[in-house]
C-alpha cells in the first residue's frame, strides 16, 4: 500500500513570488525521507505540494510533476480531495478539532467521507490509536474532548487521526517542534513503526532528528533571501551526515553556515 | 523590618509614601458631600448637576491628594482608575433606572390575566384588557424574520470568510455596511412601496417580517463573519488534509466550533429587531384583536402597542399603566432571549476540560 512518489521539475508560487525552483527527487516506499535547510527555505512549501494542499493557500499555484507510483498528481482531472486521501498530513503544531471528543476525531476522516458502521468505526478507532501508541493512555476516556490532551499526546491523536483514513503516504511537518523531548521520543519511536506501512516524508529543523528517523536526506537551501528555495542533494542520511557532496550541505551540517 | 523605626521607612527606594486602601472610598464620599453643599448652597434643582460636580470633584480631589501624597506619577495612575470608576457609573446610572422605573411602573397592572388577553371588548381608556394579541404578533413577525434573515445572513458570512475573494466579495462587503445604517423607518418605507403599494398586498405581519429582516441581516451577517474569522486556519487544513471535501469542513468542522459566537450574534440581532417600532407601524397596521394569521390582516406587537397605547391614553390612566406594563414584558422578553443567548454559547463552546 505504500507509493513511491517521483517529483520532476517542480516550481511553486505564492502569487507572484517564487517559494521552490526546479525540485527533482524520488521518494522510496516504505522509508523515511526528512527535509533539512534553513528556515524559509521552502521544505514545508515543498512538502505541502506533495498533496496538493499548498494550493488551499491564496494565489498557490504549481508548475511540473508529481507522479505517485505512475499518476501525475496534477494531472487533469485528478481530484485534489481524493490526492489528500491518499496523501496524509500531519501538521506542526497538534491540531485536533475542538468540537470533537478523542473517538470523534480518530473517526472524523472517515465518518466525513463516507457511512461507517458504528463496530467497525469503534475497530478502526481502536486500530489507529494503537498504531500511534496512544491507546493505553486515552481508552478509558474517548469520549472526553481532544483538546484536553498533552501536546505530545494531542499530535499522537492526530498521526492517528491522519492514518485512520489509510493513506499510502504520510507527510510530516515538523511534527516535533512544539514538543519537549520525551514526547518528540514516543513519536520518534512511532515513525520507525510507521514506516513498516506508509511512505513518510518528514519535515525537521532538528538534524539529530532527521539522522536519527531517516534513511534518506534532502537538504534544501536558497541562495539570498528572496530568491526561491532549491534542493541542493538528497542522498542516504548516513552520507548526507558523514560524507557529503556538495560543500553547502556539510557547512550546513557542520554548524558552519553560509 | 519589624525593628525599623517608621522614619527609615521613606529611606527605602522601593517603598514610597502610599495611600491607604480605603482612601478612594473616603475622597468618593467627601466629594459627593461637598457635591450635595455647593448644589443646595447654590440652589441647584437638578440631580444630575449635582451628581456631575461630584464627579468632577473626585476626579479632582483624587488627583490633588494623590499627587500630595503619593508623588505625580501614582497620582496619574489614581486618576486614569477615578476615570473608569466615573464612566462606569455614568454608564450604568441610566440602565439601572430604566429598569427600576419600569418595574415601577409595569407591574401594577402586570399579571396572568394582563398576559393573556386581548383588548377586544376593551376601549383605550378603560381599565382591563391585556397583551396577548401583541405578544402573539411580535413573536410570529420576529420569528418569521429570523427565518429570512438567519439562513441568508450566515450564508452571506460563509461566501465571505471561506471563498469570497475579489471585487464581488468587496462589493458585498460595502453593501453590507451600507445596510447596517439604514434607519429602520427606511427599511419599512421600502416594503410598503414595493409589497403594499406595487404588488398591492395588504398590511400583514408577514410584511412587516420582510422589514424586520432587512434590518436583521447586516447584523447577522457581521456577527457571523468575525465569529469565523476567529476559527483557527489550522483547523481547516487538517481537515482538508485528511481527504475531507471544503464544503464538509465548513459543515462538519468550521460552524461547529464557531456556532456558539454564531448563535450569540444572531439572539443579539433578534433582540434588536424586537424593538423595532417604525417599520410595524407602517406596515402592520395594529389591532387590538388577537390576529394568530401573520399573512393576512393587521396584527399587533409589542412595541407598537406600546405607542398606541401611550397615544391614545387620553389622561387615562388605565392606558398609560398598560402602555408599561407592555414594556416591562418587551425588555422581560429581550432580557430573556439574552440570557438565552449566553447559556447556548457556553453549552456549545469548544471543550477545554479533561
Redesign the interface.
Known sequence: MAKRIDVSGLTAYYGAHKAIEDISMTVEPRSVTAFIGPSGCGKSTFLRTLNRMHEVTPGGRVEGKVLLDDEDLYGNGIDPVAVRRTIGMVFQRPNPFPTMSIFDNVAAGLRLNGSYKKSELSDIVERSLKGANLWNEVKDRLNKPGSGLSGGQQQRLCIARAIAVEPQVLLMDEPCSALDPISTLAIEDLIGELKERFTIVIVTHNMQQAARVSDRTAFFNLAAVGQPGRLIEIDDTERIFSNPSVQATEDYISGRFG | MSTAPVSHRRASTLRGASLPKWSPWAIAVGSVAVAAGIGLGAGLDSKVQWGLIAAILFVLGTYAIAARVEGRRQAKDRVATSLVWVCFIVAVVPLASLIWETVKRGVKVFDVYFLTHSMGVVADTQPGGGIYHAIIGTLEQVAIATLIAVPIGVLTAIYLVEYG?GKLAKAVTFFVDVMTGIPSIVAGLFILSFWILILDMGYSGFAGSLALSILMMPVVVRSTEEMLKLV?N????????????KW??IL??VL??SIGGITTGVMLAVARITGETAPVLLLVWGTSVINDNPFSDPQASLPLYIYQQYANSAGSGAAYDRAWAAALALIAFVMILNLAARGIARWKA?????
Open positions: 475573494r483557527p489550522e483547523l481547516r487544513e487538517a481537515s482538508l488534509a485528511l481527504g475531507i471535501p464538509r469542513t462538519k468542522v461547529p466550533t469548544p471543550k477545554t476540560g479533561r
